[in-house]
């Protein structure tokens, strides 16, 4: 079973930046696929990016040029590095893990709330 405990999010203005991070427990082996998704108020829970072992990433249109994702994978953490905050990216960020390429099984954690207000 593997927990994941989210730190980082606040309250920030318009324009400013905040470091998320996720660390993962449990688990023997580096996480195949980590990274994070956020649910708006009123809103379905959308991707804002993930990461494998290798490398890959994959990230929403919306964050790319203003978010990074990284990991440690020794450490099964993962980072979000978010600049040029707008008000839009106010939501509950949630970490996810899939242990395996074959994607069987999520794991979330409780999330961390982003508000970016003036």
């Known amino acids: 079973q593997v927990q994941l405990v989210e730190s980082g999010g606040g309250l920030v203005q318009p324009g400013g930046s905040l470091r998320l991070s996720c660390a993962a427990s449990g688990s023997s082996r580096s996480i195949y696929r980590m990274g994070w998704y956020r649910q708006a108020p009123g809103k379905q829970r959308e991707l804002v990016a993930t990461t494998t072992t290798g490398g890959s990433i994959n990230s929403a249109d919306s964050v790319k040029g203003r978010f990074t994702i990284s990991r440690d994978n020794a450490k099964n953490t993962v980072y979000l590095q978010m600049n040029s905050l707008r008000p839009e990216d106010t939501a509950v960020y949630y970490c996810?893990?899939?242990?395996?390429?074959?994607?069987?099984?999520?794991?979330w954690g409780k999330g961390t709330l982003v508000t970016v207000s003036s």
């Open positions: 996810n893990a899939v242990p395996t390429s074959l994607g069987l099984i999520n794991y």
